[in-house]
């Protein structure tokens, strides 16, 4: 059984916050999808993933299901977009599906429908269990992400730009091995607080000591791995200059040059040569954890971790980017030098572990021991243990403060190449 804070008898006042909560959830989402012309709204960007207009729908279709059909027993008013928006896709690489933007309804029509699930679902609030809530909440900031990745793979021209334009610095950085003293790591989610099931059991494994990269492997570092004869990660493109190819970064809304000192972002087989390539690994889930969350011995008496990187501050509190703890949370579209946050710095000295690109880890996305499904959502986790997918920690630009919790766990498959997803290395 999943536990979760407060069960079914929530406070009105606890509800409350929820609401506003998701009142804020949902002015993000919205606001993604202002962003696209309307034809950009039945295009499908990246071709595993179902065409834009699917999302529209399924936000709220979620809601719906989950909130009035599965828990509360209200009759449906359309049981057919109830349906037709209710899963999205995950095929492997190359198996794309074959509708047609004329299969998929009129925006007029999805639009109606999500005015009226909300005004159903506000209305219901009081009634519905805080874990029902919390799961529609981070459903939805999970697809503002994964909306994010798709708004990433549209033409330019079919989205309207935010103007934050990135300063990169060229200054060359070295990337030390760090060392990481042996101990104790937590990794999952105590009964009685909010997580999903892939999170349970809590539970803590020893790990020994090892050496980690201080910063995320870097563009740079990336670029001579190319320059040895490796292939270009997606996010990146070539443009003939008079004598030599320059490289470019393919931002959110516009191109940049090559960031140097920006993370690279690629798959996990690509992460995973480079480490071959390198003479190095990639982390484990708990030495990410360990290098994240623990403490030096000096430093403690004990087994002693933090919440957080940086300690128990909430993240995000700041609004200016020099004091907060990280790239994350939707202040900016896209990655910031590996450097940029001096103040989210690990106890070991470890930097940006949260934030700026999701770190890749060599473990295969398994169950916990203890691990059940949720009763209401049986196929969330358990359909992705089959030993195709890898666990990655930490969190992107795009990635909800709320997500950024120790025990959250995210996964893909190995050559999905459209995530902002990161990594350094480890050596024994
Ligand atoms: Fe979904």
């Known amino acids: 059984m999943l536990v979760w804070a407060g069960m079914s008898t929530a406070p009105v006042l606890t509800n409350l916050a929820l609401q506003e909560r998701l009142n804020s959830a949902r002015r993000l989402t919205d606001s993604i999808f202002a962003r696209l012309t309307p034809e950009a709204l039945y295009s499908r960007p990246i071709p595993e993933r179902h065409r834009l207009i699917f999302y529209l729908g399924h936000l709220e279709a979620f809601d719906w299901n989950l909130v009035c059909r599965k828990t509360l027993n209200v009759a449906t008013f359309s049981p057919q977009f109830d349906t037709l928006f209710e899963f999205g896709i995950d095929p492997p690489v190359g198996q794309a599906a074959s509708d047609q933007p004329s ?93 999903w099931d892939n999170e349970f059991d809590e539970h803590r494994v ?18 001579d791995f190319v320059r ?36 690279v972002y690629v798959t996990h087989a690509e ?28 430093e403690t008496s004990g087994h002693s971790e933090r919440p957080y990187p940086w300690g128990s501050a909430e993240p995000g509190g700041s609004a200016k980017p020099g004091a907060r703890q990280g790239n994350f949370n939707f202040h ?37 021991p203890g691990f059940e499904p949720m009763s209401f959502y049986p196929g969330y986790s358990r359909n992705f243990f089959d030993e195709e997918h890898y666990v990655m920690k930490g969190g992107s630009p795009v990635t909800a403060a709320c997500m950024l919790r120790r025990s959250f766990r995210n996964w893909f498959r190995p050559n999905y190449p459209y995530v902002y997803a990161s990594f350094r290395l480890v050596e024994d």
């Open 103 to 195: 299969d998929w309804p009129e925006v007029q029509d999805i639009q109606t429908y999500n005015l009226r699930v909300r005004a159903i679902i506000d209305e219901l609030l009081d009634q519905t269990p805080e874990q029902i809530i919390q799961v529609i909440l981070e459903h939805r900031l999970m697809h503002a992400e994964t909306l994010a990745y798709l708004l990433h793979n549209l033409p330019y021209d079919q989205k309207t730009p935010a103007v934050t334009p990135q300063v990169y610095s060229a200054k060359p950085l070295p990337n030390p091995m760090i060392e990481i003293a042996p101990g104790l790591a937590t990794l999952g989610q105590k009964r009685g607080e909010f997580g």
């Open 206 to 223: 020893h790990v020994p000591d090892f050496r980690v990269s201080k910063y995320k492997i870097t563009n740079g570092q990336y670029l």
């Open 228 to 263: 040895n004869g490796a292939c270009p990660p997606n996010f990146w493109l070539q443009r003939p200059n008079k004598t030599q190819t320059d490289w470019f970064y393919r931002g959110m809304f516009s191109e940049v040059p090559l960031p140097l000192n920006a993370p």
């Open 271 to 298: 992460a995973s040569a480079y480490a071959r390539w390198a003479g190095k690994q990639l982390p484990t889930e708990a030495q990410f954890h360990r290098a994240a969350y623990g403490t030096p011995p000096h």
């Open 332 to 368: 900016q579209w896209d990655p910031m030098d590996v450097d940029a946050h001096p103040t989210g710095d690990s106890a070991f000295g470890v930097s940006q572990l949260v934030g700026n690109g999701w770190e890749w880890t060599s473990t295969k996305f398994g169950p916990f």
